[in-house]
Protein backbone atom coordinates (compact mmCIF):
# COMPACT_ATOMS: atom_id res chain seq x y z
CA UNK A 1 0.00 0.00 0.00
CA UNK A 2 1.22 3.40 -1.19
CA UNK A 3 1.23 6.16 1.30
CA UNK A 4 -1.36 8.28 -0.46
CA UNK A 5 -3.87 4.96 -0.59
CA UNK A 6 -2.83 5.12 3.77
CA UNK A 7 -4.01 9.17 3.41
CA UNK A 8 -7.19 8.48 1.37
CA UNK A 9 -8.35 5.50 3.45
CA UNK A 10 -7.52 7.83 6.60
CA UNK A 11 -9.99 10.95 4.93
CA UNK A 12 -12.60 8.61 4.13
CA UNK A 13 -12.83 6.66 7.54
CA UNK A 14 -13.18 10.79 8.97
CA UNK A 15 -15.54 11.30 6.58
CA UNK A 16 -17.56 8.53 7.12
CA UNK A 17 -17.61 9.06 11.09
CA UNK A 18 -19.06 12.90 10.21
CA UNK A 19 -21.41 10.91 8.09
CA UNK A 20 -22.84 8.83 10.45
CA UNK A 21 -22.89 11.85 13.10
CA UNK A 22 -24.97 13.48 10.72
CA UNK A 23 -27.37 10.51 10.15
CA UNK A 24 -28.05 10.03 13.61
CA UNK A 25 -28.99 14.03 13.89
CA UNK A 26 -31.02 13.94 11.17
CA UNK A 27 -32.91 10.79 12.83
CA UNK A 28 -33.56 12.94 15.90
CA UNK A 29 -30.83 12.16 18.08
CA UNK A 30 -29.38 14.78 19.99
CA UNK A 31 -25.76 16.15 19.24
CA UNK A 32 -24.22 14.37 22.51
CA UNK A 33 -25.52 11.11 21.87
CA UNK A 34 -25.29 11.27 18.36
CA UNK A 35 -21.79 11.81 18.57
CA UNK A 36 -21.46 8.44 21.33
CA UNK A 37 -22.82 6.30 18.64
CA UNK A 38 -21.18 7.63 15.86
CA UNK A 39 -17.78 6.72 17.13
CA UNK A 40 -19.03 3.89 18.65
CA UNK A 41 -19.90 2.55 15.02
CA UNK A 42 -16.47 3.44 14.02
CA UNK A 43 -14.85 1.78 16.55
CA UNK A 44 -16.58 -1.37 16.24
CA UNK A 45 -15.84 -0.75 12.56
CA UNK A 46 -12.55 -0.56 13.32
CA UNK A 47 -12.53 -3.99 15.40
CA UNK A 48 -14.09 -5.75 12.74
CA UNK A 49 -11.39 -4.52 10.21
CA UNK A 50 -8.73 -5.25 12.71
CA UNK A 51 -10.39 -8.76 13.12
CA UNK A 52 -10.34 -9.85 9.83
CA UNK A 53 -6.53 -8.95 9.17
CA UNK A 54 -5.66 -10.68 12.96
CA UNK A 55 -7.62 -14.10 11.17
CA UNK A 56 -5.38 -13.81 7.93
CA UNK A 57 -2.06 -13.52 10.31
CA UNK A 58 -2.82 -16.61 11.96
CA UNK A 59 -3.91 -18.80 8.75
CA UNK A 60 -1.26 -17.32 7.12
CA UNK A 61 -3.61 -16.30 4.26
CA UNK A 62 -1.88 -13.33 3.73
CA UNK A 63 -0.42 -11.48 -0.05
CA UNK A 64 3.66 -12.67 1.42
CA UNK A 65 3.09 -16.10 2.31
CA UNK A 66 0.96 -16.66 -0.81
CA UNK A 67 3.85 -15.21 -2.44
CA UNK A 68 6.80 -17.41 -0.79
CA UNK A 69 4.37 -20.48 -1.42
CA UNK A 70 4.16 -19.38 -4.99
CA UNK A 71 8.13 -18.94 -5.35
CA UNK A 72 8.42 -22.24 -3.55
CA UNK A 73 6.45 -24.44 -6.11
CA UNK A 74 7.93 -22.64 -8.52
CA UNK A 75 11.43 -23.49 -7.47
CA UNK A 76 10.74 -27.22 -7.22
CA UNK A 77 9.15 -27.46 -10.33
CA UNK A 78 11.94 -25.84 -12.34
CA UNK A 79 13.95 -28.41 -10.52
CA UNK A 80 11.87 -31.38 -11.27
CA UNK A 81 12.03 -30.29 -14.70
CA UNK A 82 16.00 -30.69 -14.34
CA UNK A 83 16.09 -34.26 -13.27
CA UNK A 84 16.23 -37.36 -15.05
CA UNK A 85 13.19 -39.91 -15.22
CA UNK A 86 15.13 -41.85 -13.33
CA UNK A 87 16.46 -39.63 -10.50
CA UNK A 88 12.56 -38.61 -10.45
CA UNK A 89 11.93 -42.45 -9.50
CA UNK A 90 14.13 -42.88 -6.75
CA UNK A 91 13.36 -39.88 -5.11
CA UNK A 92 9.88 -40.87 -5.28
CA UNK A 93 10.71 -44.17 -3.64
CA UNK A 94 12.71 -42.59 -0.44
Known amino acids: MRRIDAIFIALGVFFLGGLVYVVFKFLGVDSTQAGIWSQGVLVLGLIGW ?30 LEKMSPEEIEKLMKN
Not at 52 to 79: E, G, I, P, S, W
Open 50 to 79: VSTYLFRVFTNNMTYHQQVKDYDDAFFAKQ
